[in-house]
DNA sequence: ACTTTACATCAATAAAATCTATTGAATGAC
DNA sequence: GTCATTCAATAGATTTTATTGATGTAAAGT
């Protein structure tokens, strides 16, 4: 048994297919082919069944996987080891951001990141809380940044700020005249809300505190972004909220429509999280240096009540 | 990087010679200073100080030594998946056992054991609770039969029995004529102890609550095994503690110097413990199965009270 | 029936791991 | 100071292994 025919198992396992597979791992089919035959041979079982398609895990095909995951995983840890060691901070890194999160903060912190880092290759990719952590747990993803907590026991965290939900509100809704926002206030019936597979959604549901969000009136208006929200807000088909971070961009002429909560202001958790294993952790730590850097510039401690981006059942 | 160079790299780290490492690698030397070489100049390190007398690891060697570790129990642990898988229950399996225990226990489940597993290749090896714990965690042993609670967080036990303590008391003592014992009765001074090493006398000392037990007084007897402590006690020279398996073989003429304890007897926990990555884990469940069953005829169960086997310090 | 897709098989070759033999450095004995 | 001895490194030969490109075969799609 090799690292290797590891490595190509775990890549017919994830594609389900030996050309594929062969392709990604950077050699010929009947390479991967045979090696992963001999890997049966010597076991004397099955990993793969053939018979379907497209190509299935046995029983114990999935056990050895999984296992096949772990010892890849502890092996590349080595060289992170050996990094750590030397000091040296660089190689591939891809992170995963929630589309909620990028538009504000990714220009924050990137320039000065890979100014310092040069010798980090990272790799961003825009995702959905869901697939970040999926990736996060089968390994396609170093690290990313999501609204926290999670609730997985898989995944690690490391906050890097709470961003506080700020209404906005037109001139021609009774809310308009308050001074600032309190929970209570807040109709979800009455709320623009951001399309599926928001967790913004969500942690704005949950601030409202309605048992069951099927039950919302029939008018409603959701979209992919909050350009959109603001722009439906001002033709007063109702109010919206936005993160704190977005606030800062709006042109002035938006500004009045601007309403803060009281304290302690509903707020969502912003946090680096990856694995468990702590794979990389070199980096994670530079990134959060890095991002808690430029984040206190532009957001001051807050007292601050987190909601949670977990959509209830 | 290949497991190969990893198992080298172990038995370097563990014979401090490159030599005896490639003998009990059953390779030549050349061969595995080379594979060696080729690791340390892929990860662009040195591993070994070979400048030392013995070789000695350098402080990265180390880290890499520890995860290498890591990597080759859970490379082994894929052949234990597949064993489970097949239900197939053999290999060489290594069990420590504390001398206190084996005379009793082990004419009492072996033949058990190697009749219905024939595939197991057992090999048992006494040794001190210490020594015990060391080969668990370095992975020179697969389970061992101790006592406990160990307080050892690599460690994990299956309970197989508890023991309780037995009075072994001359007619010239004058707690011959008490019918049972309570442990408000037991006097340090008086008894007669097992050599320094064996568990089972730390149990003792902790049974009988004594803050220092160097403030013992000048007269002390203590001698490897609970034969000769018998025979002194014969002699009048005090009263020692049996385990009760062992009250079992005595002689009938001696049986007559046994007192019981009080409930809540005063008892040792003997356990299965071994390494908490759990390899060979059918093994281990097929030892704690044999062993249960034996000693189910052997001890009733009772009412005790646990005794540690750790030392005061 | 023909094409496409996908994995297995085979022979050739490139790469590697291992072996035997030898060297060189360090240590200790006389 | 000379001479064994020990121990790892090195060199060269040999064997083993991984990989490749070409080919075969079975199944699914058209």
Redesign the interface.
């Known amino acids: 048994?090799?690292?290797?025919q590891l490595k190509y198992v775990l890549a017919v396992a994830e594609h389900q297919n030996f050309t594929k597979a062969a392709e990604k791992s950077f050699v010929t089919q009947p390479t991967l082919s045979m090696q992963i035959q001999k890997l049966e041979d010597e076991?004397?079982?099955l990993i793969f069944d053939r018979s379907k398609k497209p190509i299935q895990l046995t029983?114990?095909g999935l056990?050895?996987v999984n296992?096949?995951r772990?010892?890849v995983n502890?092996?590349d840890?080595?060289?992170d080891?050996?990094d750590q060691?030397?000091g040296f901070i660089g190689g591939e890194f891809k992170l995963g951001i929630i589309p909620t999160v990028t538009p504000t903060l990714l220009p924050m912190f990137l320039n000065n990141f890979i100014k310092k880092y040069t010798k980090v290759n990272l790799k961003i990719e825009e995702l959905t809380t869901e697939t970040i952590i999926e990736k996060l747990v089968d390994g396609h993803l170093d690290a990313a940044i999501a609204a926290t907590p999670l609730e997985n026991e898989l995944i690690k965290k490391r906050v890097l700020y709470y961003e506080p939900f700020v209404g906005y509100i037109n001139e021609n809704d009774k809310l308009f005249n308050n001074k600032s926002l309190t929970i209570e206030d807040i109709d979800i019936d009455d709320m623009l809300l951001l399309d599926d597979g928001h967790c913004f959604k969500n942690s704005v549901i949950n601030l409202c505190r309605v048992a069951n969000p099927a039950e919302r009136n029939s008018f409603q208006l959701e979209s992919g972004s909050f350009e959109t929200l603001i722009k439906l807000a001002n033709e007063g088909l109702g109010m919206t909220l936005l993160p704190y971070l977005h606030t800062l961009d709006l042109k002035n002429a938006e500004e009045k429509y601007l309403r803060e909560f009281e304290d302690p202001k509903p707020a969502r958790e912003i946090s680096l999280i990856f694995h468990k294993s702590e794979l990389k952790m070199q980096i994670i730590e530079a990134l959060q240096q890095t991002i808690s850097g430029v984040i206190k510039g532009a957001i001051a401690f807050q007292n601050v009540e987190i909601i949670s981006p977990i959509a209830n059942k």
């Open positions: 048994m090799t690292i290797t076991l004397d079982i029983d114990i056990k050895i296992q096949a772990n010892i502890e092996a840890r080595i060289q080891i050996v060691q030397k």
